[in-house]
């Protein structure tokens, strides 16, 4: 990407992370995602926190946790949240209509449970992730490591392309200290059948694909906010 467009993605992503922030109100438990456009909204909440707003985070990852804590954001845990009134999260991909693939950044799985427990889940893109059917981003998958080959047999069996995620030249961990394996499967024209058959592989703690788990999505694209919902 050059560096224009490197700019202009992220002037589109704070604009749409300010649009979702406004949604937030006093008394809130806001559900804080991981990533850069998360990290957009993180900031702005933590601004409106300074100025008087209420509210608590539950963070999707020990980063985002500690990127609120450090901002002044009071935090509860998320093992102990048993609801959510909003959450604000990036995406890698997403369809209008509203699937999704998360996980880029490794932190799928307590993302994925932010959005379970949220009765308003908000997305904030630029408009770089908005296609016609997902796929072209490979499907991020955590996998527990003593169930790694057999996770792997099984999405062989899928047609999946699978990748072992490295960073740094290390094996990736994730805050659950397991894998991540990056899955080609190419187009997918059905999400959730793929989402179904993921769920019943043992070992696999959690996939990328986010089916029937987003209210919202907001995007930016030229200077405009485009909204995409169900309602």
Known sequence: MSEKKQNQSEIEKEAAAKMAVSFVKDNDIVGLGTGSTAKFAI?????????????????SSVHTEELAISLGIPMQELGKTSHIDISIDGAD?????????????????REKIVASLSNNRII?????????????????????????QYVVNQLEKLNGIV???????????????????????????????????????????????????????????DGQLYTFSKD
Do not use: W
């Open 43 to 59: 900031e702005e909440l933590a601004k409106l926190v300074k100025g008087g707003l209420k509210i608590k985070g539950v963070a």
């Open 93 to 109: 991909e997403f369809t209008e209509t509203l699937d999704l693939i998360k996980g880029g950044g490794g932190a799928l799985f």
């Open 124 to 148: 904030v893109t630029d408009s770089s992730k908005k296609v016609e059917k997902l796929g072209s981003f490979k499907v991020p998958i955590e996998v527990v490591p003593i169930a790694y």
């Open 163 to 221: 990748k072992l995620r490295y960073k740094e030249g290390k094996i990736f961990i994730t805050d659950n200290h397991n894998y991540i394996v990056d899955v080609a499967f190419g187009l997918i024209d059905e999400p959730q059948k793929l989402a179904e058959s993921l769920n019943q592989i043992d070992g696999l703690l959690a996939h990328g694909l986010f089916v029937n788990l987003t209210s919202k999505v907001i995007m930016a694209k």
